[in-house]
């Protein structure tokens, strides 16, 4: 989501004359997007601005700016904290960034830009890419949800659906400059559509784009277990182009746990879940988050989130210490897991995924896959690499010039986080 956010405002500020430069030192304008879901993504971004201190002293003419969730959540105490910042600007008004800067570079005044505009959609500059031939596209902003523990609804406010023919104008004229893949964003995709005209679903949504031609895969992130419908998974087992992964976090396997995080479902009913979505959709792989050490976790709710991981066989898991954040439910309880322990059960996941992610991935040793090649691959230039539709990450000889194509691909050898294989053609 940040990402996306970047290069929309990285668009929008192109269109003006800005240039992306490669090093701080060259920048006259230097923007942060951050995350506050936890405090370690928040210091990291104190202690990057704390750094540019010096540079601010040597040339007072730079524009540094915070933008994104710790912006709308922090606000006026950033330019306390952090005196030699000139912007802060929150989640809803990046759009209005060309005139911002402008602000602070004619009137030399710093600028807030906290309000609660409900922006839904951001004119995108087709010019400015992150790679052209996969795309972020965010179909709704903000979260409903309110799990106990998570700051996302407090800074990027209520749920907002964009229309299907908003996105499907913006997806269109994506694939008609080169792109091939597209991922829905959501922080809760599964309830696209409330709120607007007509009763209108994630499925709808999907297969309005399902006929784009020129377009090969459609993939959408988050799912939330409670909000994802059987009628979903029908819809998606039946469109081709949706690729056959699914991000749903479980975020624990504890009855106990799930209940104190307002989760709204029991560990059962997410077994049962992706059951029946293995069973509609062939070679479907599923990832999941999991936060450890949460208030009142015992050893025997953690040994439940072991059972569900190693009984589910997660493709792919992001694991989480639990971080209290201000003004949430789950504040107002004691953060009584000690760190210590937070960090063993943490470990304990890690290394159980790597252990699954590897027995899994040996299973691909000799199969065929379709691969969507990205580029060179960053361990080594000469190789290229590329996605699955499952999206694992699969490292392969091939020239340049596949880049943006499809390439069938064998497997040969495999670690937990990448398959190696040998190009077959391409298509
Ligand atoms: N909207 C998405 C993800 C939101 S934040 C969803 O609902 O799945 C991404 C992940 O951060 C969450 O899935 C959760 O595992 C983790 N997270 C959120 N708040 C947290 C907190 N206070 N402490 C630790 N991890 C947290
Ligand atoms: Fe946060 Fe829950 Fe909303 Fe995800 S669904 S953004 S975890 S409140």
Do not use: W
């Not at 730079?62 to 006026?76: N, P, Y």
């Not at 570079?105 to 400015?128: F, M, W």
């Not at 893949?181 to 007509?198: A, C, D, F, P, W």
């Amino acid at each position: 989501m940040n990402k996306l956010d970047a290069e929309l405002s990285l668009g929008l500020l192109q269109e003006e004359g800005y240039k992306i430069v490669d090093k701080v030192d060259e920048a006259d304008v230097i923007l942060f997007y951050t995350c506050s879901v936890r405090q370690h993504a928040e210091d990291k971004v104190y202690s990057h601005l704390g750094a540019l201190k010096t540079l601010k002293k040597r040339r007072p003419e730079v524009i540094v700016g915070v933008l994104g969730c710790m912006a709308q959540k922090d606000g006026e105490t950033i330019f306390k904290r952090m005196p030699h910042v000139d912007l802060v600007c929150g989640t809803r008004m990046f759009s209005r960034l060309p005139e911002m800067l402008l602000k602070i570079r004619n009137h030399g005044s710093r600028v807030l830009a906290i309000d609660e505009d409900q922006i839904v959609n951001v004119k995108r500059a087709v010019t400015y890419r992150l790679n052209f031939y996969q795309a972020f596209v965010t179909v709704m902003r903000g979260c409903d949800n309110y799990c106990s523990y998570c700051i996302v609804p407090y800074v990027r406010g209520r749920e907002i659906s964009r229309t299907i023919a908003d996105v499907k104008e913006e997806v269109q004229s994506l694939v008609s400059n080169g792109c091939r893949e597209v991922t829905l964003l959501g922080q809760n995709i599964n309830s696209y559509g409330k709120g607007l005209r007509g009763n209108v679903t994630l499925g709808d949504l999907l297969t309005e784009l399902n006929e784009i031609d020129g377009l090969d895969r459609i993939r959408f992130v988050t799912s939330h277990p409670a909000d994802m419908s059987r009628g979903l998974i029908r819809t998606i087992s039946r469109l081709e182009k949706v690729c056959e992964y699914l991000h749903m976090p479980a975020q624990s396997g504890s009855d106990e746990v799930l209940k104190r995080m307002r989760r709204g479902y029991p560990a059962g009913y997410y077994r049962d879940l992706i059951s029946y979505a293995r069973e509609l959709i062939p070679h479907l792989t599923v990832a999941s988050d999991f936060i450890v050490g949460f208030p009142g976790e015992t050893e025997e709710d953690f040994q439940e989130t072991v059972r569900l991981m190693e009984d589910i066989r997660f493709q792919n898991c992001f694991i989480f210490k639990y971080s209290p954040r201000t003004g949430t439910k789950a504040a107002e309880l004691k953060d009584d897991v000690p760190d210590e322990t937070k960090r063993a059960r943490n470990l304990k996941l890690l290394e159980l995924q790597k252990k699954i992610s590897l027995e899994e991935n040996t299973k691909m040793i000799g199969k065929k896959v379709d691969v969507l090649v990205e580029g060179a691959s960053k361990s080594n230039p000469n190789r290229l690499s590329g996605r699955t539709r499952q999206n694992h990450i699969v490292v392969f000889n091939g020239s340049q010039d596949l880049v943006g194509k499809l390439a069938g691909v064998v497997i040969h050898e495999v670690t937990d986080l990448t398959l190696f294989g040998l190009l077959i053609g391409c298509g």
